[in-house]
């Protein structure tokens, strides 16, 4: 199995950069930076990037990157991926990135993951232009993500057995009262490093390629301080803040210019995965999380 280190990036294909560069500042508060090739990099730490927006003809989710140890651990990778249809980076796919060398392969349910090593960046400080402090990331990553997986058993079978995640714990959905409605899987998943889930897995299909990402700041203060940004530029929430049972976050959902939520959080868990045990929870969270205003 592969030695996942954390989710190192993600990128996204868009139809108008200027709205992610307005969000990724004045909304979420990182760096926004022009690329190559009419790319757009959002800076939240230490590196280089850590959303790649992309020029497309879709506003959508497009790929997760996996970071690991090194070249070697990349070489093991790609051995591991080649009953897989693995698809090495071009020069170019790795300059866009700015990593030394990523692959691509494609789960059963069509996320597409991309493996990478040697990341590239001048460490230059991270300043929000509206005042973040800073972003929790360091070795667990940039924060998680949750994809959509309509192929659900296969999807985590490939996860599991193949790019090497593991089970952080388990919650079942119904979107109405109704007992006949079939029960929707959430997988949480872990790799290595303490954040209680980088991944996780929805059993139904979302049109924009991503159910939601999260990204962590350091105090309560700082989510407060985003939801005010949220109402003064406008931007639709997708749930109310609240905390998670499963990870601890006191967090909010909003949407994004790609079409996929983005929860904003602070307090998430860090687990030792030697005394951790697998359990299902039946509630999302202890308090909040009012979903519903994401349909109004």
């Known amino acids: 199995m592969i030695d996942i280190r954390g989710l190192g990036y993600i990128v996204v294909e868009t139809t108008d950069a200027s709205q992610w560069r307005h969000y990724g500042e004045q909304v979420l508060g990182m760096m926004a930076e022009d690329g190559p090739e009419g790319a757009l990099y959002l800076k939240m730490d230490e590196r280089a990037y850590r959303f790649a927006v992309l ?37 170019g796919d790795c300059a866009l990135r700015r990593v030394q060398e990523m692959c691509w392969v494609t789960d059963p349910s069509g996320n597409r993951h991309e493996i990478f090593w040697g990341a590239k960046s001048d460490f230059r400080r991270f300043v929000s232009p509206i005042g973040v402090p800073e972003f929790i990331t360091s070795d667990m ?44 899987r959430i997988h949480f998943m872990h790799c290595n490093n303490s954040r209680h889930h980088s991944l996780a897995i929805f059993e139904m299909p979302v049109e924009s390629g991503c159910v939601h990402a999260m990204v962590e700041v350091p105090s309560m203060d700082e989510v407060g301080r985003a939801l005010d940004r949220v109402r003064t530029h406008g931007v639709k929430m997708s ?39 697998v359990y299902e929870a039946t509630a999302v969270s202890l308090w909040g999380h009012d979903f519903s205003i994401g349909y109004q």
């Open 55 to 91: 020029p497309g003809k879709r506003d959508r989710y497009f790929a997760s990157g996996w970071e690991v140890a090194d070249a070697s651990a990349f070489a093991q990778a790609v051995q591991l991926l080649q009953k897989h249809e693995v698809q090495l980076g071009s020069a």
């Open 141 to 184: 990553g940039l924060g998680h993500v949750v994809l959509p997986a309509p192929d659900f058993d296969r999807t985590y079978g490939f996860l599991a057995d193949v790019l090497g995640f593991r089970l952080s714990d388990i919650f079942r959905v119904r979107f109405t009262p109704d007992p006949n409605e079939p029960e929707k």
């Open 239 to 277: 749930a109310t803040l609240g905390r998670h049972c499963n990870d601890h976050m006191t967090s909010f959902y909003m949407k994004t210019p790609g079409g996929f939520d983005l929860e904003y959080g602070h307090g998430g868990l860090q687990v030792d995965w030697d005394k951790h045990s």
